[in-house]
């Protein structure tokens, strides 16, 4: 009976090392993890500096270089001019800012043409690039169309700057086409548009 006693003894002994080794690796990997994060907190706040070159501002005498690319077609461009005068004295992220701002305020010319995005992609006191992306195709009509105050107003296509008050009354409309400019219409042209003014003001 001693044997079997024995083998139980040694059977939770040799358990009980496994444990110890298990728990052991355990602790070993958390501090090293730890150890690590706390070195990569230390360089964060280095690379951040550099990025965002804290204190620079862009100054009257810089350079602002474009570059440009058309998904559409592929085409790829560059141009450089001087900075936007109101971008003078502005930090990298007011830059940063106010291309956003552009964005979301879009002129109609920069619609038309189809802009995506515009990212500041190198700043410095005397330097910027800007990389500005477009989609040529993105709108192939030029105006669009609706009853506004029971009146005809042509828009451009960005359905914000009005191209026309038309002075066409929804009444003179053939009701087919009332329901649908009550919803508004797109119109691909000047050519187009105005054939349709014609027969709706004949």
């Known amino acids: 009976m001693r044997w079997k006693r024995w083998i139980v003894m040694g059977s939770v002994l040799v358990l009980l090392a496994g444990f110890c080794f298990a728990f052991y690796l355990g602790c070993y990997q958390k501090m090293n993890d730890r150890l690590e994060s706390k070195k990569e907190q230390a360089v964060l706040p280095q690379k951040s500096v550099e990025v965002n070159q804290t204190g620079s501002t862009v100054k009257k005498d810089a350079v602002c270089e474009f570059r440009y690319l ?3 077609t592929g085409k790829q461009w560059t141009e450089s001019e001087p900075v936007d005068p109101e971008w003078i004295g502005l930090t990298r992220q007011e830059v940063i800012a106010s291309l956003a701002q552009e964005i979301s305020d879009m002129s109609l010319e920069e619609y038309q043409k189809g802009l995506v995005s515009s990212q500041l992609s190198s700043f410095s006191e005397r330097k910027l690039v800007v990389e500005k992306t477009y989609n040529s195709k993105a709108h192939p009509y030029e105006f669009y169309m609706i009853v ?24 003179d409309i053939p009701m087919k086409d009332q329901i649908t400019l009550n919803h508004g219409m797109y119109i691909r042209d000047e050519e187009e548009l105005y054939e349709l003014l014609q027969s709706y003001s004949s």
């Open 148 to 171: 506004y105050d029971n009146m005809l107003v042509v828009y451009y296509s960005d359905k914000k700057t009005v191209y026309d008050y038309t002075g066409i009354m929804v009444d």
């Open 70 to 72: 058309d998904t559409a």
